[in-house]
């Protein structure tokens, strides 16, 4: 059992940054993927980043590729999304989740569904202000 908690949302400007943690406690760290996805009111929840096993890749969606960067310390149990530019569109609950499942689906596109991701944490509310 894997267990995950966000910190780090707050209200912030629009341009402004934020730092977002997920400390996972409960089995083997690098053993798994780690996304970060988002739910703004009344939208579905949408893939933000993820980056594998050992954190040498990472991927994006188009809503936040060139602003948001999303990093993880294998030895500290914990994955960060540093948000650049942050504009109003991004006011949205922030969740990391955990991917357990086979590599090959994970990178065959299987890192964008949420639906294959096993180990949610509850969230972090971020709001940006225009």
């Known amino acids: 059992q894997v267990h995950l908690a966000e910190s780090g949302g707050g209200l912030v400007q629009a341009g402004g940054s934020l730092r977002l943690s997920c400390a996972a406690s409960g089995g083997t760290f690098s053993s798994y993927a780690l996304a970060w996805f988002r739910q703004a009111p009344g939208k579905e929840r949408e893939f933000a980043a993820t980056i594998g096993w050992n954190g040498d890749n990472t991927l994006y969606g188009d809503s936040v590729k060139g602003r948001f960067t999303i990093s993880r310390d294998n030895a500290k149990n914990t994955v960060y999304l540093q948000m650049n530019s942050l504009k109003p569109e991004d006011t949205a609950v922030y969740y990391c989740?955990?991917?357990?499942?086979?590599?090959?689906?994970?990178?065959?596109?299987?890192?964008?569904?949420?639906?294959?991701?096993?180990?949610w944490g509850q969230g972090t509310q971020v709001t940006v202000s225009s």
């Open positions: 989740a955990a991917y357990v499942g086979s590599m090959g689906l994970y990178y065959s596109g299987r890192y964008y569904s949420q639906h294959a991701y096993t180990y």
